[in-house]
């Protein structure tokens, strides 16, 4: 059974970072497509990044209202999705989810308020 656990969310000013980790159990990992979305309140899911683990050469994806500030990578050795998120704003407040294929886990809160 595929099981994804995100976390490492929490309350951050502006500017500051965070980085959110997702571990992927019950599938080959480094043989899927793995993928960050969030959610904002009252809003609908925003897709953020992507990263396809079948290919090593494979350059990740990001949307245009995060590139340049988040990086998408893994620890293939320990099944595990990382997003490190930099120069956070408000804006950026969210429940993050990782996913693979339409699976998906329980989201971790990131809330960016000084």
């Known amino acids: 059974e595929v099981q994804l656990a995100e976390s490492g969310g929490g309350l951050v000013q502006p500017g500051g970072s965070l980085r959110l980790s997702c571990t992927a159990t019950?599938?080959?990992?480094?043989?899927?497509?793995m993928s960050w979305v969030r959610q904002a309140p009252g809003k609908g899911v925003e897709w953020i990044s992507t990263?396809?683990?079948?290919?090593?050469?494979?350059?990740?994806t990001y949307a245009e209202s995060v590139k340049g500030r988040f990086t998408i990578s893994t620890d293939n050795g320990k099944n595990i999705l990382y997003l490190q998120m930099n120069d956070l704003k408000p804006e950026d407040t969210a429940v993050y989810y990782c996913?693979?294929?339409?699976?998906r886990g329980q989201g971790t809160q990131v809330t960016v308020s000084s």
């Open positions: 990263l396809n683990l079948r290919n090593s050469d494979a350059e990740p």
């Open positions: 996913t693979q294929g339409l699976k």
């Open positions: 019950g599938f080959t990992f480094n043989s899927h497509v």
